[in-house]
């Protein structure tokens, strides 16, 4: 294995042909300094705090937090601002604990074990794909923890398991995104209950991040030309496992004003610097690989924002061969391939002509292509002088492969990409499915990999995609499986009030409500989940359709219903906001008063405790927008059922008997579907309600002497069995090598081994 791949040294330039040089100057890089720091038997603890890898093993709870648990809590558990900040009296406190020595050691070695592992499942079964030709992953957003957020959702979370589990099947990855000075936004509600967007800096200095240096002790940086300047991008290297995850930063002394910006926010701001942002990322991040000596077998492109890098992989080319743009295009189809995951047209990346114009007139002629061949790469139908240039038209002409999110949303795809397609019938369009997956080892609760550990067997987490692995949990007894799961729904309740409560504190409520949120919630009451952005596609507040009904169920004084919410609304979705007011009045009712919370700014860490601790998620999307979604995947892990609208995986993961009656969830509607959405609504609360009032409610509610459900926990086991050896980031990961990075490998998901030993 190329060493530079997972030691600590992120020097590059002269020395980059030869890792074991030290750099010749005197500069220490952060990790150096941190280890330098550390009470001798507790250096590793540098290493683990440098790498996300820490973030997924079962010591993770504590790892950290026992040095300073508020400080834990503070930094937003964040590993290495909690070294930097821990005295040094504190470390050495720790330091002459033997059980947290043991511990560190324990850990350091399993670390050592996995970054140094040659004898991966990938090595095998897909040799074709070497640490020197690796798979570069290109995406807007990742997700890897919430103390790294450059993330806003779905698409972000998908990103950083994805890295997750190539890390863990050992296949050679490296990964390319934006790092966003001040991320997505932080949500916090006014008394009113209008969402307002907070923005913080992100400490990066004091981030698991290291700024990739030449060995002058300069940080190596790329250009990308940019409304007429210069832009110069720095690079951040944030790794994740055996994953390095390389992140571009415009904020540079040395660049304008406005260019320092560039990166400032994900998703903010206008079309300008959307463009702006995904020429970054695609041109430049083509230019920062080829900088860092890296040349990939495969670029990734997952979703359309990265397509520019097509281009630059052409100029690139072009250059190298003196061929034209029409001689090398193959070329570049084959070396790049394309994950679509919108099912809306509207929801696809389109640039006018003119912004096209003002962004890549000096650009073209280094392709040497007019503008009318230049643009037309981008067009849906050609000759149409004001057709916009479309970032997936873009990616599907020029990758080799591509593919939607699930069966349906592949579906759709072929649907809607027809068009370009014009000699192909509909089921020929060249765009399959990989169903999206998580990553269980990140999503799974502790409590329950231990569990399974003790049931399924050590090596359930290392064949997730076993089905034979997963019959097992029939095996474990009721009782069992209950006391953990309602254990981790106190976690959830408690995670919950806490939140509640400062929330209400920020916003200077009366004293009584801020107490009052002691009282939220009940270990003993079913427990809903309903935590997704607050897109209105999601209908959010579909519950409330007939408001009296919902009153009825949620406030039912033998067997009631809770519910906890939480989601972001896009800072322009003025719809999207709206519903997250209507469901903060509807918290306000005096007769569901403990019943209803909301929780403020949701991440990755709410998200955890929630689909670890809900008894029912619900996810009622309007049908076919939810490309796949995969919260709902999360809760299975972790014994939740869904209650979900048939779309994106849930169509492939619900199972019904000769009844049509659901064994391992619930679906809400059927197949009723109509483009008419007020009755789609309609349809869709009414079956919602019943579901509840009829199914749901008295099956939570039969106990036995001992206060256990055996028949709910019949669903939690069906839910555990049927869903998780299929979706997981292991199982999807074999299908990209298979169908996308290495085609023609043949894939046995029993055969599927990850390379971690918890
Ligand atoms: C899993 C997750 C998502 C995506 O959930 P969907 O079901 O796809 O909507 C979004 N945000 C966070 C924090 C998550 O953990």
């Avoid at 640490?131 to 779905?154: K, M, Q």
């Avoid at 890296?294 to 690139?316: D, Q």
């Avoid at 389109?350 to 292509?369: E, K, R, T």
């Avoid at 209650?643 to 064994?663: F, P, Q, T």
């Amino acid at each position: 294995m190329d060493r530079s791949d997972c030691n600590d040294s992120v020097f590059i330039g002269k020395s980059v042909k030869n890792h074991s040089i030290e750099p010749k100057i005197e500069t220490m890089t952060k990790i150096e300094t941190l280890r330098a720091k550390l009470p001798f038997p507790l250096k590793r603890l540098a290493d683990l705090a440098y790498n996300y890898w820490w973030s997924w093993t079962t010591d993770r709870i504590s790892l950290f937090q026992s040095i300073a648990p508020d400080e834990w809590q503070r930094c937003g558990r964040n590993a290495v601002a909690l070294l930097e900040s821990a005295s040094y009296v504190r470390l050495t406190q720790m330091a002459k604990d033997p059980s947290y020595i043991k511990r560190v050691k324990a850990l350091a070695e399993q670390f050592d074990k996995y970054m140094n592992e040659k004898d991966t499942w990938s090595s095998q079964v897909a040799p074709q794909i070497t640490r020197d030709r690796p798979v570069a992953y290109f995406c807007a957003e990742f997700g890897v923890h919430e103390s790294l957020p450059v993330y806003s959702g779905g698409l972000g979370i998908l990103a950083g398991d994805h890295l997750k589990s190539a890390s863990d099947l050992g296949i050679p990855l490296v990964a390319v995104g934006l790092c966003y000075r001040q991320g997505y936004f932080n949500q916090q509600l006014s008394r009113a209950g209008w969402q307002e967007e907070k923005y913080f800096d992100n400490p990066f200095d004091r981030m698991p991040l290291e700024l990739i240096k030449d060995d002058r002790g300069e940080a190596v940086t790329i250009e990308v030309e940019i409304r007429q300047r210069m832009v110069k991008a720095q690079i951040w290297l944030a790794k994740v496992g055996r994953v390095n995850l390389y992140l571009l930063d415009t904020d540079r002394p040395d660049n304008d004003s406005i260019d320092r910006w560039l990166t400032g926010h994900l998703y903010g701001g206008n079309q300008e610097t959307r463009i702006a942002q995904e020429v970054l990322l695609g041109i430049g991040g083509v230019r920062a690989l080829t900088k860092l000596g890296i040349h990939p077998s495969v670029c990734h492109l997952n979703e359309g924002h990265a397509a520019f890098c097509t281009l630059e992989i052409a100029r690139e080319e072009i250059q190298k061969t003196g061929k034209s743009f029409y001689d090398i295009e193959a070329t570049v189809r084959d070396r790049c391939v394309f994950t679509t995951h919108t099912p809306v047209p509207a929801g696809h990346d389109v640039f006018s002509p003119d912004l096209m114009d003002s962004y890549f007139a000096h650009y073209w002629p280094s392709l040497g292509l007019s503008r009318e061949q230049f643009l037309s790469l981008g067009a849906r139908r050609l000759g149409d002088p004001w057709e916009p240039f479309g970032m997936t038209v873009l990616a599907l002409r020029m990758t080799r492969a591509a593919n939607g999110v699930s069966a349906l949303h592949g579906e759709v795809s072929r649907k809607m990409w027809n068009i370009l397609y014009p000699d192909k019938a509909e089921a020929q369009v060249p765009i399959g499915h990989i169903t999206n997956g998580v990553h269980a080892r990140t999503w799974t609760a502790p409590l329950m990999s231990d569990l399974y550990s003790e049931y399924l067997g050590a090596d359930w987490s290392t064949h997730i995609a076993d089905t034979a692995i997963w019959e097992k949990i029939e095996q474990v007894p009721d009782e069992e499986i209950w006391w953990r799961h309602q254990t981790l729904k106190e976690r959830l309740i408690a995670h919950t009030r806490h939140r509640v409560k400062q929330s209400r504190q920020n916003r200077g409520e009366e004293q009584y409500r801020i107490d009052a949120a002691d009282n939220l919630l009940d270990p003993d009451i079913l427990t809903i989940g309903f935590a997704r952005r607050f897109s209105p596609y999601k209908r959010g507040d579909l519950l409330l359709r007939d408001a009296e009904r919902a009153l009825r169920i949620f406030g039912n004084t033998e067997r009631p219903v809770q519910i906890i919410f939480a989601g972001k609304a896009h800072p322009h979705d003025e719809e999207g906001k709206r519903i997250i007011q209507r469901l903060m009045d509807w918290c306000r009712q005096e007769k569901i008063i403990n019943r209803v919370a909301l929780i403020e700014n949701y991440d990755i860490y709410t998200g955890q405790k929630l689909v670890q601790g809900v008894d029912v998620w619900l996810n009622n999307p309007r049908r076919p927008l939810e490309a796949s979604g995969t919260s709902g995947q999360k809760v299975c892990f972790n014994g939740g059922i869904n209650c979900s609208v048939l779309d994106g995986w849930w169509c492939e993961g619900y199972k019904a008997d000769a009844n049509g009656k659901g064994i391992n969830g619930w679906a809400i509607g059927e197949d009723a579907h109509t483009s008419d959405q007020e009755l789609q609504d309609k349809i869709d609360s009414e079956s919602l309600y019943s579901l509840l009032e009829e199914e749901i409610v008295p099956l939570y509610y039969d106990r036995d002497a001992n206060g256990i459900p055996h028949n709910w926990i019949k669903v939690m086991k069906a839910s555990i069995k049927t869903n998780s050896p299929a979706f997981n980031t292991d199982r999807m990961l074999a299908d990209y090598v298979a169908q996308l990075y290495a085609p023609g490998t043949t894939v046995k998901p029993a055969e599927i081994r990850a390379s971690v030993s918890v």
